[in-house]
């Protein structure tokens, strides 16, 4: 067994019940380093799949609920290669029958432009009937498909998406909490939704500990962990609010633990967001994630609808947008980006490979092994000994 090191100088799980201003350090991907211990395995040995309740999936990898990543075709090739593809029922697919001139006009706007024009096009309202038709083109080819919806929408939109033959509802938001107090008096009840479903329920995001915890009590079986650290999002800037994904993802981990321990039911852990490349990919698992949920670095496939560009949720808000449309570019085929051969030496390619590789350097055998991998804040990790490579890039 390898040793385990916490970056919390007290339990996670003594988190004070501060009132006031108080300050703690919070750790994000450039600010831990992974420790190898005495065994090391042959990659071939290492097991990257995850469960999600009786589901199994041969990659720990989701596709994020962007319109830029996933389409009815992407998800479909998605899950052929191994991983889960979340479709978000408010996105374009679910308000427009034909949607190619669409992403023609997203990725053909002005960065000005797309400000105006995301929340223009997403003013239209969601069709029942078009989600149904999304669901159905996903199904017709065998895939094992997530469905996204906001809690405002989420009572009559995943049922619709459900019983189309979705696998998996998604209640997602910028933050989302059992506890929400509404001026109109209509809240919707996570742990009532939950405990009708017939499918896994993933819930989120949160970031931290107790709000964690009390949606594992309300009957979710995955928790995303991230607030605002996506390629996309600009909710930090805008808000101001968050949690560096290291910190995040041990809070989060630390509550699945203990509940647990306190129900015998085991919640999945999916750390969403701001993972630039594999490196920072394989710190998040180590932090105690069971999967990832990627966006920009799978807009990067030529099997992404977006033409190279992408998209947060929260871009189209009416009000107040909290996003904004990114340029990624397309570097290579879906396939390559997941399981290689990598062209490049920069982590954006041959993922899996990069996963299992980093396990048998660290001795573990599976993704709740590699729970145990020893952490350390190192602040030189990116920098030590690399004048060269900084130099190149001038």
């Known amino acids: 067994m390898l040793e385990t090191q916490t970056l919390a100088e007290a339990p996670i ?8 201003p108080s300050l703690q350090f919070a750790y994000g991907f450039d600010d831990v380093a992974l420790v190898p211990d005495r065994e090391t395995l042959d990659p071939a040995l290492c097991d990257v799949s995850w469960r999600l309740g009786d589901l199994r999936f041969d990659l720990p990898i989701l596709a994020a609920a962007m319109d830029g990543v996933v389409d009815p075709g992407f998800a479909a090739e998605f899950a052929g290669q191994g991983g889960l593809a979340v479709l978000n029922l408010e996105g374009i697919h679910g308000r427009y029958e034909d949607v190619s001139a669409l992403y023609e006009r997203i990725a053909g706007a002005t960065a000005e432009e797309a400000v105006t024009l995301l929340p223009e096009l997403y003013r239209k309202p969601v069709d029942g009937d078009l989600v149904r038709r999304s669901v159905t083109k996903v199904k017709e080819r065998g895939a094992v498909l997530a469905v996204s919806a906001t809690p405002a929408n989420a009572a009559w939109l995943l049922p619709i998406a459900v019983d189309a033959g979705a696998d998996v ?6 933050v989302t909490s059992t ?11 996570i742990a009532e939704f939950c405990a009708g479903s017939s499918v896994p329920v993933i819930v989120g995001n949160t970031a931290a500990y107790r709000p964690a915890i009390e949606l594992m009590r309300a009957g979710a079986s995955g928790i995303l962990v991230g607030i605002g ?22 809070e989060v981990t630390q509550a699945r633990d203990d509940y647990q321990r306190e129900s015998g039911r085991r919640v999945s852990v999916i750390t969403d967001g701001g993972m630039r490349v594999s490196g920072d990919m394989i710190k998040a698992l180590a932090a105690g994630a069971d999967a990832l949920m990627l ?3 799978l807009a990067l496939a030529a099997e992404s609808p977006g033409r190279g560009f992408n998209w947060g949720m929260a871009s189209f808000h009416g009000s107040l947008p909290r996003g904004t449309r990114i340029r990624v570019g397309t570097t290579a085929s879906l396939r ?5 051969p990598s062209e490049v030496n920069n982590g954006t390619q041959n993922i899996s490979g990069a996963i299992r590789t980093a396990m048998g350097v660290l001795g573990a055998r599976t993704i709740a092994d590699l729970h145990h991998t020893r952490i350390v804040h190192a602040p030189a990790i990116k920098t ?6 900084h130099a190149g890039r001038l």
Not at 336 to 340: A, V
Not at 384 to 389: I, W
């Open 13 to 20: 799980d003594r988190i004070p019940d501060v009132r006031g």
């Open 169 to 174: 509802a998604v209640i997602q938001s910028t």
């Open 179 to 189: 506890s929400h107090v509404s001026r109109s008096g209509e809240v919707f009840d």
């Open 229 to 250: 650290p996506g390629a996309e999002c600009t909710s930090r800037e805008v808000l101001g609010i968050g949690l560096p994904q290291i910190s995040a993802t041990m």
């Open 295 to 297: 966006g920009a670095p």
């Open 336 to 340: 390559q980006i997941l399981h290689g």
């Open 384 to 389: 030590e000994g690399k004048m060269y490579q």
